[in-house]
């Protein structure tokens, strides 16, 4: 499975983004995934995670109540629908596929290239 994630970009406080990860391979579907987040000096952290149906899903703390993942397997693609940012959600984004809906990055198996995401105060 290859990921590719996109829809990164500046944003003031306060607004919205969506990001993408498009998926090549017709397992896609079976796998769970996860979006994870990388600021300039932090260890990777887990952001949201659904699984292969899209009936479970699971968020940080951090983001609950204002980000939301989803998926369309017909489509082969995984978003977040990241809201009411905050300059702290600024960050590399990354989209994995695993076996499991969890938070640690050692669960997932297959990691997309990372899209960036800037929050302006």
């Known amino acids: 499975v290859q990921l590719q994630a996109c829809g990164g970009g500046l944003v003031q406080a306060g607004g919205s983004l969506r990001l993408s990860c498009a998926a090549s391979g017709r397992t896609f579907s079976s796998y769970a995934v996860g979006w994870f987040r990388q600021a300039p000096g932090k260890e990777r952290e887990f952001v949201a995670a659904?699984?292969?149906?899209?009936?479970?899903?699971y968020y940080a703390d951090s983001v609950k109540g204002r980000f939301t993942i989803s998926r369309d397997n017909a489509k082969n693609t995984v978003y977040l629908q990241m809201n009411s940012q905050k300059p702290e959600d600024t960050a590399v984004y990354y989209c994995a596929a695993g076996n499991f809906v969890a938070a640690q990055v050692y669960e997932y198996l297959y990691w997309g290239q990372g899209t960036l995401v800037t929050v302006s105060s």
């Open positions: 659904i699984s292969w149906s899209g009936g479970t899903t």
